[in-house]
């Protein structure tokens, strides 16, 4: 794994850790959006693409499904604030 993948991974268990519960499916955009707002004034370089997002996310086990012509990742929902 590169370094730069490596950081995207790191940042995204540490949102997943603040933001996440594993009570639901949730639709990839939402998670997306959530991360890309948490991650941007904490880091120096452009915030990650979906495409590393969801690397990210796979690789931290977490796998996708299909419904209505959405992407869901399943397991993952972001907490009520």
């Known amino acids: 794994m590169s370094d730069y993948m490596q950081i995207v991974v790191d940042s995204v268990r540490a949102w997943m850790t603040e933001r996440c519960s594993s009570s639901a499916d949730t639709v990839a955009g939402v ?13 120096r370089f452009p915030v990650p693409s979906v495409r590393a997002f969801g690397l990210a996310l796979s690789k931290l ?19 009520k604030p």
């Open 61 to 79: 086990g977490y796998a996708r499904r299909k419904s209505n012509g959405l992407q869901l990742y399943i397991g993952l929902a972001l907490r």
């Open 31 to 43: 998670l997306y959006a959530d991360y890309a707002s948490w991650i941007s004034p904490r880091i």
